[in-house]
């Protein structure tokens, strides 16, 4: 098993940071090697994931379902797939969870989540996992600050042209219009997160 614990800071506003991390062709934009692949019907899609364990490159295909929580800014993904050559199957889980770090002035992303394999392959991926997931998350990290960074920039020029460029804008634009009538509303249900940590 495979178990990863990792934080992400961000110098960008949450609303922001979670608009890339909750849009799966944003994120996969950001990780080397991956390719985003087919939509189901039922929401899930297909993934692909080229990752180097010392001198072999592994490619993983998977089938993914990503749960959204956009009150609380969590979300779930679980996966489910083999190598390349049918030889290691692998699943998963991961949630994570983007807050206001507000002695940063920024965002942080939390990430916590858990694989298990089975095959000829499982052996030599559970040794190098460490190095492997410490070297994408440093880059995922940087990818992810570059591409939360540039459209804050473009923003600033126009607040009316912001609701337009994706549906996620214009609904946080459409919420933010709505706060005064959640003076009234009842306590927020715990969130993804919260369910997880309380297991």
Do not use: Y
């Amino acid at each position: 098993m495979i178990s990863i614990a990792e934080k992400i800071d961000v110098p960008s506003p949450p609303a922001r940071v979670w608009e890339i991390i909750s849009d799966p062709a944003a994120v996969v934009s950001c990780i080397g090697g991956a390719e985003l692949g087919e939509s189901h019907p039922d929401g899930s899609f297909d993934g692909l994931l080229v990752v180097r364990f010392g001198g072999i490159r592994v490619r993983f295909a998977a089938r993914i379902t990503l749960e959204l929580d956009q009150d609380q800014r969590e979300g779930r993904l679980t996966a489910r797939g083999r190598d390349g050559q049918g030889a290691t199957r692998f699943s998963g889980e991961a949630v994570f969870q983007v807050t206001e770090d507000r002695a940063a002035g920024g965002t942080q992303v939390a990430m916590t989540g858990e694989m298990n394999l089975s095959g000829k392959l499982a052996p030599l991926i559970e040794s190098g996992a460490g190095v492997v997931v410490s070297r994408m998350t440093r880059e995922f990290s940087a990818a992810l600050v570059e591409r939360c960074a540039l459209p804050a920039a473009d923003a600033s020029g126009s607040a009316t042209s912001a609701p337009s460029k994706s549906p996620a804008t214009a609904h946080r634009t459409a919420d933010a219009t709505a706060e005064p009538a959640d003076a009234t509303a009842p306590a927020p249900r715990p969130g993804l997160w919260q369910r997880v940590r309380a297991r």
